[in-house]
């Protein structure tokens, strides 16, 4: 059995490190300014879609599905983030069990202002459209399954699915996800389970609540090292709440959002060459796609991702 110290979106449990009786509450640096060191600037930022940069052709196909998908928003909006917001609202967070929300606070002025995040307003923000009694997890076989129908070369009971086995559209969107809705700095070229069901609730069409998945990971980073998570999320939501909050231009943290040189580094394969291309499909080519049922990751008259070999040799993880 594996130890689900993450959300584990085949086999849905809240973490260990947010079971939590009454209020809890963690302030590991309430008296020291945050580390820089707890912060990556390659964790939550954006991709582009900027057809115009010379390296952008070998992902063209996909661009404009991420341009229409439900996590447009999340995945491109370069929103400023600032040092002093984010490492007060990091180091003050704390979670209250009876409310299911997020408290902590943004310097104004000479005063703390207390800040409440729930599920809703990650929501509202970020545009994600879903809704409190969607699914947090998706089937993994559905995953996977949709996997191969994408041209994945890795073996089906791999541990961990990594983005160099997808030729360079599907590369290109993984790369996205992972690097914007990941909860962890670090890591970004294996797709663990939530980022798998991200993919999968875009591709399909299914329903998915994003919204709640990141909650469940700012919630179980209280109990962490103060890593400042979700950086450009949090001063989103800050900004939405304190109107005209003051920021100093010299305190803005960088973060390394997509660039031609991205594009470069997404285009080199280890294996010298990339996997053979897959034609787009599913809602990638149809907006009003509709997702097929049981669990499937093809409609019994689809012409592909039916007869892969690879899902004759499926395992559950869950059964490890």
Not at 15 to 37: E, I, T
Not at 129 to 141: A, H, M, N, T, Y
Not at 185 to 190: A, E, H, M, R
Not at 265 to 289: A, H, W
Request: with cysteine; aromatic share 8%; charged share 30%.
């Amino acid at each position: 059995m594996r130890t689900c110290i993450l959300i584990d979106c085949f086999n849905y449990v809240v973490p260990n490190a947010c079971r939590l009786k009454g209020s809890f509450v963690h302030n590991v640096l309430s008296s020291q300014k945050a580390k820089l060191s707890n912060f990556d600037s390659s964790h939550n930022i954006c991709c582009t879609l900027d057809k115009s940069l010379s390296k952008m052709k070998p992902f063209e196909e996909i661009l404009d599905f991420i341009g229409r998908c439900q996590l447009k928003k999340a995945l491109m909006d370069r929103h400023k983030v600032y040092h002093a917001h984010i490492e007060r609202f990091s180091t003050g967070m704390r979670y209250e069990e009876e409310d299911k929300e997020i408290h902590s606070f943004s310097h104004v002025g000479k005063e703390d202002i207390e800040v409440i995040i729930k599920p809703a307003d990650i929501r509202r923000v970020l545009d994600l459209k879903d809704k409190d009694d969607d699914p947090v997890g998706l089937s993994e076989r559905l995953c996977k399954g949709l996997w191969f129908r994408m041209g994945f070369t890795g073996l089906v009971n791999e541990s961990h699915y990594n983005k160099q086995n997808l030729s360079q559209p599907y590369k290109f969107l993984v790369h996205s996800v992972i690097h914007a809705m990941g909860h962890r700095k670090g890591g970004y070229d294996v797709q663990i389970d939530y980022i798998m069901c991200m993919v999968t609730t875009l591709i399909l069409n299914h329903l998915f609540n994003f919204s709640q998945v990141i909650f469940e990971h700012m919630k179980a980073n209280i109990t962490r090292d103060n890593f400042l998570q979700y950086p450009r999320c949090i001063q989103m939501i800050l900004d939405d709440k304190i109107k005209n909050l003051e920021k100093d231009v010299s305190d803005e943290l960088i973060l390394d959002h997509m660039t031609n040189a991205t594009l470069d580094r997404l285009n080199v394969y280890k294996l010298k060459k990339p996997p053979p291309k897959r034609k787009t499909f599913t809602s990638i080519d149809k907006p009003n796609y509709v997702a097929p049922p049981d669990n499937k990751w093809c409609h019994d008259d689809s012409d592909s991702g039916k007869k892969d070999k690879q899902m004759e040799l499926f395992e559950s993880e869950r059964s490890k």
